[in-house]
């Protein structure tokens, strides 16, 4: 197990800046997941890790090793692709043993270690089978027991889970965790699905054109998100544009386009008369408070457990807000009065940078 | 250890330089023979000449020998795209194992050597009157193509959902007009090129035309043969076989342009 | 309102696909047939009129060191077009080129001339060079292998170039990151899975050798005549029995030998034809 560093990384494709001086530390034993819209420079990252991308610039260190120029087949790293990438020309032991065979590993050793791998991926006897009558699933769990074969240093993922339907994705990711802790390998997956990062996770590192937005724990992103992408991308969340009246200490005042006037703590030395942006997610908006802003309920939608509600506001901006489902709830054409707690709402500049206590 | 990254172009020159040597270095030395004069025996003078090509023009012989050629390349061509398609669209419709299997079997006729399906065809078209003469080559030229034209018009037919078909039945079309309005249509772009595949086939066959044409039916790749072979008249022999060539490739070219131009004022 | 469906749509074309099977099956049959037909002379009838094994028993040897020729013949091409064939495709494929698509179009020229001009073009280009370089490529088979790889190179280009757009870069990475050095990806992963484009490229550069008529007519003479030449030349003066039963022996064996290396070699033959035949 090794812990995995990235320096000043960046990676051009003419003129597109694919990756654009990104650094990470990943301590040894962390599940770290990039996690990004297409195009953010995370499967580059991951691809520069492993070594299949020559980085323009920076430095990889794997453990004490500098492997920034290194062949991938001697950085000692498991990877699990997209779509796996399974030999059909063998067998499921002869794909987990293909590492191995590699590094010429005797041949009883390599058989005791397949096996040890097919009990830990729950599939003992599936050894001789073809890749083709592998399900999805299945073909998964072979391609990580082949990733984990050489008792990597560290195991990267590329949207593993992409290709699973929903039930089975939530299955492996349950898997994938139970593994992971088991062993104790460095690991880093790639995706862009919010739910399975915030899932899977002990840090996530969101990325958007090529750079790191911010790296936390998964609450860290949704309760203190440091820009406007990661508010929008993970969680969700509504943008009411205002203007920045008056800043004292920690707290500020802002003017919303509707007219309103709101509270939201922000960090210390603001300008005011900046134009700003007010985040503030579904769940956080109430109905009902004394002093809030009067808005006209435009449509309901019961999801079960919850009710969302499309509000719209005097200046024409809508609301989305989601509250529990209970009895006596407001019909729409009404108008309500909607509100949050001053904690609950972020404030972004115009550049979306984060205008809170970081 | 840096990553190494394989330079698969090398592979490609090697291989082309060895194709283009096997191309080049033969035609153009016969190319060049065909600009001098048959001395007889086998011999040529050193002098240029267009004697050889301007004889191809004005001599009703060769002149009756391409249009033998083209005529002949065309009835059966033509036979056998109106034999094949309605085949290869009964083996897409049908589906399942079985048209694979009758697909394979049709394509392993064709692989068999020629002389074999020639020598029964002899033995058929013989009481039949049909050796030795045009009728005899027709069939022998459809046997060579047919094979071919099924498997091309399986896939063409293929790349056209039955759903159109259907579809079209719904709303009340006939049989007719299913196949002229959606099937026809849908299938031009394929049928033409099969066709000229089928063509190029014909205007350059010759074991078929010499075996069933007894020798009688002078196409242009007989007449090579007779020429190089018989007469060893070398130099007019190569310019036979380059005008025959050329001219394939002129008709395609012809064809081509002709069909993209119908189908532009189609839109 | 009615459709009227008061006969079979697929009536004809099913009628049309059965006379299409049995027109290029029947040549075959017959010959096989009037192979049993107890005669001694030239004439031929069909159907038999009695089953009698005097074609077999007479087949001269000629045809026995024909085929020998033949064979010899295929298998040289083959493992050549195979050869030059494997590398234009992966250069194709993967080669970082300007005008891949004029490249292509090159590779497939050999097979849209006739055959009747590739070997008359041949024959000319032996004939200059022997007093020139010294050897004489039209004594024995050498010329006309060569003439043959000329000819099959597009299928092997064709067949390979098929397997390889299709193959996953995935699979070759993986082998890397696992550990394999290039060489021994491409032993244990690439070459492996691209097998049946090759073999079916292999596979059709022999059969063209091996059927091939018009080409061996020219460049082969004597003792290397070549067993469809053999038959060509016999065919030309008169029937024998045994000339009907080295058909026959010809086309069973071939039938068996397709089926047979089709299964070994893992492809099709009907989706192996994108080779690009004229």
């Known amino acids: 197990m090794a812990k995995v560093s990235v320096e000043g990384v960046s990676k051009s494709y003419g003129d597109v800046r694919v990756v654009d001086n990104v650094s990470l530390t990943i301590p040894q034993g962390e599940f770290v997941v990039l996690l990004g819209p297409s195009g953010c420079g995370k499967t580059t990252t991951l691809r520069m890790i492993a070594g299949f991308v020559d980085p323009d610039e920076g430095r990889i260190q794997i453990g004490d090793e500098d492997v920034t120029h290194m062949a991938p087949r001697l950085r000692n790293v498991g990877m699990v692709f997209q779509h796996y990438a399974l030999f059909p020309n063998m067998t499921v032991a002869e794909n987990i043993g293909f590492g191995l065979r590699q590094h010429r590993v005797p041949r009883a050793e390599t058989a005791a270690r397949v096996t040890e791998l097919l009990a ?45 339907d929903l039930k089975l994705r939530e299955t492996m990711q349950e898997e994938l965790t139970r593994i992971q802790r088991e062993l104790g390998v460095t690991t880093i997956l790639v995706t862009h699905d919010q739910h399975e990062a915030m899932s899977l996770a002990d840090r996530i590192v969101v990325m958007a054109h090529g750079r790191i937005q911010q790296v936390g724990t998964p609450d860290d992103l949704y309760m203190r998100p440091h820009t406007r992408f990661v508010a929008e991308f993970v969680g969700r969340n509504n943008f009411l544009s205002g203007r920045l009246e008056a800043a004292h200490g920690g707290e500020a005042l802002v003017v919303l386009n509707c007219g309103a006037s709101v509270r939201v703590p922000t960090r210390p030395g603001l300008v005011p008369g900046m134009s700003v942006e007010l985040a503030v997610r579904p769940q ?64 972004f500049d115009m550049q979306g940078d984060a205008l809170h206590e970081a | ?69 083209v005529y002949l390349s065309a009835l ?141 039916v002078r196409t242009v790749p007989v007449l090579i043969q007779q020429m190089i072979i018989q007469d060893t008249n070398y130099a007019r022999g190569a310019a036979l076989s380059t005008a025959l060539v050329a001219f394939v490739f002129l008709l395609n070219l012809i064809v081509v342009a002709m069909i993209s131009r119908s189908s532009r004022h189609a839109h | 309102m009615r ?54 028993e007479t087949i001269p040897w000629r045809y026995a060191v024909a085929t020998g020729v033949s064979l010899l013949v295929g298998l040289s091409v083959a493992v050549l077009a195979t050869l030059v064939g494997t590398a234009a495709a992966f250069g194709l494929v993967r080669g970082r080129v300007v005008g891949r698509e004029t490249l292509q179009a090159f590779f497939r020229l050999p097979v849209q001339i006739p055959f009747v001009v590739t070997g008359a073009v041949f024959l000319q280009f032996y004939y200059q060079l022997a007093p020139l370089t010294g050897v004489n490529l039209l004594d024995g088979i050498g010329g006309l292998v060569i003439a043959h790889v000329f000819v099959a190179i597009p299928y092997s280009v064709g067949s390979v170039s098929a397997v390889l757009a299709r193959f996953d870069p995935a699979l070759e990475e993986a082998a890397e990151i696992l550990g394999a050095t290039r060489w021994g990806t491409f032993c ?89 035949k004229s």
Request: hydrophobic share 55%.
């Open chain 3, 188 to 276: 244990q992963v690439t070459l492996p899975i691209i097998r049946p484009g090759v073999m079916a490229g292999a596979f059709y550069a022999f059969v063209v050798s091996f059927g091939d008529v018009p080409v061996a007519l020219f460049l082969v003479a004597g003792r290397w005549t070549t067993l469809p030449v053999q038959i060509f030349q016999d065919m030309q003066f008169d029937f024998r029995p045994s000339m009907l039963a080295v058909s026959s022996l010809v086309a069973v064996v071939s039938l068996i030998a397709i089926f047979g290396v089709q299964k070994l070699a893992g492809f099709e033959v009907a989706s192996a034809r994108e080779g690009g």
């Open chain 2, 76 to 216: 059966s061509a033509g036979s056998a795209l109106l034999l094949g398609f309605p085949a290869a669209y009964a083996l897409a419709r049908i589906g399942g194992w079985i048209a694979p299997a009758i697909l394979g079997l049709v394509l392993t006729t064709s692989l068999i050597t020629i002389v074999v399906k020639l020598m029964g065809l002899n033995i058929i078209l013989g009481p039949l009157g049909m050796l030795n003469n045009q009728a005899g080559v027709l069939i022998g030229l459809v046997q060579y193509t047919l094979p071919l034209i099924v498997v091309l018009l399986f896939g063409v037919v293929q790349t056209i959902p039955v759903a159109l078909e259907e579809a079209a039945a719904i709303l009340g079309a006939t049989r007719r007009a299913t196949f002229w309005r959606v099937l026809l249509p849908n299938a031009r772009p394929g049928l033409v090129s099969s066709g000229l595949i089928a063509f190029n086939m014909c205007m350059g066959a010759f074991t078929s035309a010499v075996l069933l044409g007894g020798g009688r």
């Open chain 3, 3 to 56: 459709i009227s469906r008061s006969w079979n749509p697929m009536l004809v074309p099913k009628a049309l696909l059965v006379l299409a099977v049995a027109f290029l099956l029947a040549p075959f049959i017959v010959v096989l047939g009037a192979s049993f037909d107890p005669a001694t002379e030239f004439h031929v009838a069909f159907p038999p009129r009695g089953i009698s094994l005097g074609g077999y």
């Open chain 1, 120 to 164: 830990l991926i729950q599939m003992p006897t599936r050894g001789n089978s073809p890749i083709s009558a592998l399900s999805g699933g299945q073909q998964q769990r072979v391609a990580l027991a082949r990733a984990l074969a050489n008792s990597p240093r560290v195991l990267l993922m590329d949207e593993p889970l992409g290709a699973l």
């Open chain 2, 1 to 69: 250890m840096r990553r190494s990254s394989v330079h698969w172009e090398r592979f490609l020159w090697v291989a082309l330089t060895i194709s283009l040597v096997l191309l080049v270095l033969p035609q153009a030395n016969f190319i060049v023979l065909s600009f001098h004069a048959d001395t007889g025996l086998g011999q040529v003078s050193d002098e240029l000449t267009l004697e050889n090509y301007v004889r191809l023009f004005i001599d009703p012989f060769y002149l009756h020998a391409f249009w033998l050629t």
């Open chain 1, 284 to 347: 956080h908006v109430m109905l009902g408070a004394a002093d809030g802003i009067t808005a006209r309920l435009e449509e309901r939608r019961f999801l079960g457990n919850v009710v969302h509600y499309a509000v719209r506001l005097p200046s024409g901006d809508m609301l989305l807000m989601e509250r529990p489902t209970q009895a006596g709830l407001p019909e729409p054409g009404c108008d309500v009065v909607v509100s949050w707690q001053e904690d609950h709402a972020h404030l």
